[in-house]
């Protein structure tokens, strides 16, 4: 049976998954409405991701007894003046979501719950490539994005990436 602070922090968690799902829906509106269709394609990828992990923690905390709660899913209120705001505002995110998973780690720490840990151990090593990967965009964006050849090729680019559902055995 769960900590009862571990289950909550999974239900916070839960919500805070579906918000990402919602702010690169979000994200990838912006960029559908900019013509960028290969940013959006990233960003609605991403957003599908997110929704999985939403449901990772959902089923977790199901197969452990746990009470799942859903609450209201804020809506997106970030506005961008270019291209590049949404990257860092996406990498921004992905940091303050390693934090989260941080947070539920520690509490199951603090009470011996191995199989929580064990659980979070993919989500800890998925945030490290999330957070990298975001970093990359960034990145990419600073060096070429800003030249209309680079721009168009970075969308081509992003176009390219295809959906692949995590491979995770709760």
């Known amino acids: 049976m769960l900590d009862q602070k571990v289950a909550e922090l999974i239900n916070v968690q839960v919500n805070k998954e579906f918000y990402s799902a919602y702010l690169y829906l979000d ?33 977790y905390l199901q197969n452990n007894s746990g009470k799942v709660t859903l609450e209201a899913i804020d809506k997106p209120d970030k506005k ?3 291209y590049v705001g949404p990257l860092k505002a996406g990498l921004e995110h992905e940091v303050y979501v390693t934090g989260l ?16 840990m064990q659980f979070l ?12 990967n975001a970093e990359n965009l960034v990145k990419r964006f600073e060096l070429f994005g800003h030249d209309p050849k680079g721009l168009y090729m970075l969308d081509s680019e992003m176009a390219a990436r295809v959906y692949t559902a995590p491979s995770l055995v709760l």
């Open 80 to 82: 961008f003046e270019d």
């Open 121 to 132: 151990d993919w989500f800890v090593k998925e945030q490290g490539e999330e957070e990298k």
């Open 27 to 59: 994200f990838a509106n912006y960029y559908r409405e900019a013509e960028l269709n290969g940013f959006a394609n990233w960003y609605q990828v991403q957003a599908q991701e997110e929704r999985d992990h939403a449901m990772l923690f959902i089923q």
């Open 101 to 116: 998973i941080h947070a539920i780690y520690d509490a199951a720490y603090s009470v011996k719950d191995f199989r929580t």
